[in-house]
């Protein structure tokens, strides 16, 4: 009895086992399921926002040519401080610029600043900025001081986010300055770094 129990055992045992086995594998092929194709997404440039308070330098050069013999050239530095808001498209913002010129002004004395109370507004091509300028400008020379008006057009290209470079190209036009029936006109060309904050 104990060996037919033993051999019973044995048995049960080798038959779980290789039943096991058998449901292990079969001969059918195997099922490979395809690999997931990656979803590649283009990165887009980040947006650039012009929105913010910025404050710089200007140098440059200026012409002024007049009545009475008034003409003369000279290179100029200055500083300026304004605020742009980017509207998306769009920029529109205010700036205060001083110019120091030290012009002669053809033996009449010297045109010594123009100072300008700026209106911008140009075109967001995100990292370059396009826009027109007009405003006041106040003259301050030897032969007296003139409120004008100018108007010009600029360039800013942002070489990080807190530093843009740029240049403007501006026409001022003085009347009858310091009450001398002298008029003048002075173009003037400016390279401008700013530091934006």
């Given at each position: 009895m104990k060996k037919f129990r033993k051999i019973?055992?044995?048995?049960?045992?080798?038959t779980s086992l290789f039943g096991?086995?058998?449901f292990?594998?079969?001969?059918e092929e195997p099922v490979v399921e395809a690999a997931a194709e990656p979803v590649f997404v283009p990165a887009q440039a980040p947006a650039n926002d012009w929105t913010?308070?910025?404050?710089g330098l200007n140098l440059g050069y200026a012409d002024i040519d007049g009545d009475s013999g008034i003409g003369g050239h000279n290179e100029t530095y200055g500083l300026h401080l304004g605020y742009d808001y980017d509207f998306g498209q769009y920029v529109l913002g205010g700036e205060l610029e001083y110019d120091k010129t030290n012009v002669d002004l053809g033996g009449l004395g010297d045109?010594?600043?123009i100072t300008r109370l700026k209106l911008r507004g140009g075109?967001?091509?995100?990292?370059?900025?396009?826009?027109?300028t007009a405003g006041a400008a106040y003259l301050d020379s030897d032969i007296g001081s003139d409120t004008g008006a100018f108007a010009g057009i600029g360039v800013a290209y942002?070489?990080?986010?807190?530093?843009?470079?740029?240049?403007?190209?501006?026409?001022?036009?003085f009347d009858d300055i310091g009450g001398s029936g002298n008029d003048a006109d002075a173009t003037t060309f400016n390279l401008r770094g700013s530091f934006r904050f």
């Open positions: 019973s055992a044995v048995s049960v045992l080798a096991s086995v058998a292990a594998g079969t001969l913010g308070a910025y404050g045109a010594d600043s075109y967001d091509f995100g990292k370059t900025l396009l826009y027109a942002q070489v990080s986010d807190s530093f843009t470079i740029g240049g403007e190209l501006l026409e001022n036009r």
